[in-house]
């Protein structure tokens, strides 16, 4: 790709984010943030749909799709990471970690031959159970010990796998691409004069993991659960002071968010039939906060903007691309000190539609 | 036992190192409750100013090392200090109220930005960088065990500085001021302390440590990266949380058990050290279950 | 009547300063009782120690006979003692409704299954609860319980203190300690929220309250009985007027007014 052409995309990327960003201020942004907000579960069915549309516009572009999928499943993850402390207060400096559970479960188990979406679960259940490890010291723990927890525990994670010889140690370790229904998604779709790069088939799992879970996401947040999640973070005394089982939740919140995680991992893994403890840093970690804050905490929509913003647009802006750490320390420092609820706020959760009101 | 003696020595210099950044945080914690995580980057930038003093000095053609020590040891204090006094007014202090999650963040991202900045605008900052010899390398026996003279220099420095902070806070005015502040802010407003000055001041008082520590470091190592600090930071912390939030002396205790924590493993499985990391900071957490609040906190939890 | 709450010799230490010194206290059902007592006298750590938010360095809290000193909050609040507190612990960023239902713990569908499953039923149950909510809102105000979905952070105080009283009152309770709740209220505000408690009682004939409360006009319109705690310590019982002429009572809390 011609370096001119790279800026206008990159350009043009920058202008569109920026743009609805300002449009998110204005009257028909929040009109549009409400109809996402409150429309039916059918409104999840943009995701994969427009998705689809991209995929499929680009079907020959292996680079733009391989950012399509990362992106897609960067925001599952960080779908993980809302669920866990937008929700249910509950920190977690370790995203990264999590993910890399799930990845390195799907390298292990994939070298076995079970098959593929089998190992996909298996990474979400793998991250959750190696993360209950933590849940007693995090549940012991409040506030700044709780962010102490899981900060020691991904650089510790780090080192393990720097030495580990059975993982690979720094080299790192070879993983299976998926396999579904007979079909490994090596190999791209065929059909007639229909020639796709093989990312598309990972832009396709991953639209279908990200659609589900998001619809789930969306159906806690407006339940019951959602609404104990909310109480006891914003009260942890009062909410248990009015029977909600506070360390139930948090413990609930942190296994289905890194289940999330490690399936995210797992997936992508899978599509860069490669991992290494390079990919496992603390910066990483902070980057898939930056998106759950960038975006704005506990909303479930503004994570794919963020993503977007986060993973794309270095790759495309190679001038910012080494300075990606920097810019986005800088973005997430101003956002948290002059705008602490993100881009696009969350909006609060109403049942008017379901009362008739 | 002359190795014994030795691995007890280095572990010692190690505790001094995270015990001066441990304090750091526990002064922060105190004046304001707060967590600045950019604390281990500070100790970074510290280290490389120092350097640049050094580089500076070289370049003027001054060749004498006592002079160079102190000078370096003052720019890097200068600057940790100043930086200190950055975050605190612009980001620290205008926050108070936010939740602890935002400023935690926060404090974590600044500290990536200035080490970034280290990375990508200091010549070479990508790669690890000499740092001078500026004490005596002269190995000495003690008990068959052979020290090394700048090692017990540095140890010497380090307990000296500790000594001094713990004499101000506990002596002085803006001793007095600060703990103050930690006892009740609002209070201590109300009777008259100044209270952004105060917290200003820690801020300052407690970078500048991390600034020694950063030089200690460097001349430890006789190397320095930019990176060198979010582990630094890590550690300081988790001594700081260990030995319980807010007490000088629980972050002393905090900063040599992790040391110890390290050496002791070093010691028994030489052959496996590259798990020394994952035991201190495996045993933290365990350590943290067990005693949420820290050890001395509970007991006399005598804050600052 | 039956003797639904009693606390027998409960005491609580922070550290050196006793917070609580074996006070004793029995309420019968449907009665409602003023504790007044000057700063400090340990009347919220009476319902800290109650609620199972500090705790109890000895003595017994009684609630039909069983022994709840020492029990997690959340099982205090199954055993039927509910409360609001001095300074207002609602969530100010959820709605209304949110802030109300989350009292009702017992009778939602928590499962994880029911919840993203049984999409119908939720919403089901959500109706009936907001009929509930409406339905317990407007015996305070018709205009609020019209307000369900409003952010809590836009109403007025006054409206916020009921919010609370509905929480604690949404699984009818059988004992309800309110504290202080004419905290920060205009006179007419205050004078407004107790024509509400009483209105409560009337509604609830058989629960029993007690509230901590400084206005002594309050205590004397809405309270059966007083009890005067200072410095941890019971140190008059009875009546309101009774209470008011006990020279202790003088001395400690009235002053010379």
Redesign the interface.
Known sequence: MASENQWVIASALVASLFLSFGIARTKAGRDFAAILQNSGSWIVLLIPVAGLAIGLALHEEHFALMMLATVLIYALACIGLTIQFGYAGVINFAGIAFFGIGGYTAAVLGGMGLPSLLVLLAGGLVSAAIGCILILPVLRTKGHYAALITIAFVLLFRSFLEVNHTLGGPQGLRVESATIAGQSLFTGIRIGSFEASFYLNYVLLALVLLAIFFLMARFLEKSWIGINLDSMREDPVGAAVFGVNVAYWRIMSFVIGNVLIGIAGATFAMMQTFIAPSNFTFQQSLLMLAIVVLGGIGNLWAVIPAAILVVVVPEKLQAISEYRFLVFAILVVLVLRFRPNGLFPRSMRNFRKEVGQ | MAILLEYLFNGALLGVIYALVAVGFTLF?GVLDV?KFSHGDVLTLGAYSGLAAFVSLELLGLDLPVVSLIFVLVVAMLVTGLAGIAIGQF?VV??RG?P???I???T???G??IH??IR?FVPGGANPKAFPTLLPRTPIEIGGAYIRLDSLLLLVLGIGVIVVTNWMVRHTKLGLAIRAVAQDGDTAQIMGIPFRRVVLATFALGSMLAGVAGVMNGLYYSEINFNVG??LG?IG??SA?VGG?GSIWGAIIGGFSFAALQTVWVLFFPE?S??R??FA??T???L??IW??GIIAERYSERV | MSKLFSADNVSVRFGGLQALDKLSLDIDEGTIIGLIGPNGSGKTTFFNAVTGLCRTAGGQILVDGEDIAGLHPRHVYQRGVSRTFQRSRLCLSLSVFDNVVIGRQNALDLTLFGNLFRRGRFIESVRENHDRVRALLSTFSEPLAARTFDPLHTLSMIDRRRIEVCRALIANPRLLLLDEPSAGMTPDETHEFMSDILKVRGDHPRMSIIIIEHEMDVIQRVADRCVVLNFGKKVAEGTFDAVVADPWVQEAYLGSS
């Open positions: 914690f967590i980001f205008p926050m936010s602890a999650f935002n935690l963040l926060m974590l991202m600044i990536t930005a970034e900045c990508l979010v582990l890590v912390f988790s949380v939030l496996m590259g798990y990391d994952v900071f495996t933290i957490i365990v943290m279950t949420p609040t």
